[in-house]
């Protein structure tokens, strides 16, 4: 998928997971390492974690693939890595502490709810075996 079409993809399934103040920026021209960072704010550890499984398990099943999950444990603060696009979920507490939309506010944003994307595959149901 295309790194504009993944962010996209990743801030609507953060919208759909009742994620907040969801923020799409364009760091290509600034960082160099990534094209797109999403950030996304959680209202608890376990709404962190509620998010984090379902990006992970919604983009996985369309084919896109992060590598290891950093800060999946705490809950506090998980960072995805697609390498195109960074996924950061955090608590509000971590999101003013760390000041990531004070870092990249020169950044352009991306308007994610006009972009047009492809059909996402849902989260498949776990089995009672599993």
């Given amino acids: 998928m295309q790194a504009r ?3 996209a993809a ?4 953060a919208d759909e997971k009742k ?3 969801i923020r799409v920026y364009d760091v290509g021209e600034q960082i160099k390492v990534a094209d797109y ?6 209202t608890s550890r376990p709404h962190v974690k509620a998010l984090y499984n379902e990006l992970h398990v919604r983009l996985k099943a369309a084919g896109e693939h992060h590598s290891r999950a950093e800060g999946a444990e705490a809950g ?3 960072l995805l890595d697609y390498v195109d696009v960074v996924v950061h979920i ?7 502490y760390y000041g990531l939309d ?3 506010e020169e950044c352009e944003q991306l308007d994610w709810r006009s972009v047009t994307l492809p059909a996402l595959p ?5 089995s009672v075996a599993e």
């Fill in 102 to 104: 004070t870092l990249y």
């Fill in 10 to 13: 990743a801030a609507t399934l």
């Fill in 19 to 21: 994620g907040t103040d």
């Fill in 37 to 42: 960072f999403v950030v996304v704010t959680a």
């Fill in 90 to 96: 955090l608590q509000a507490e971590a999101r003013e």
């Fill in 76 to 78: 506090w603060w998980v």
């Fill in 5 to 7: 079409k993944l962010a």
């Fill in 122 to 126: 849902e989260a498949r149901p776990k």
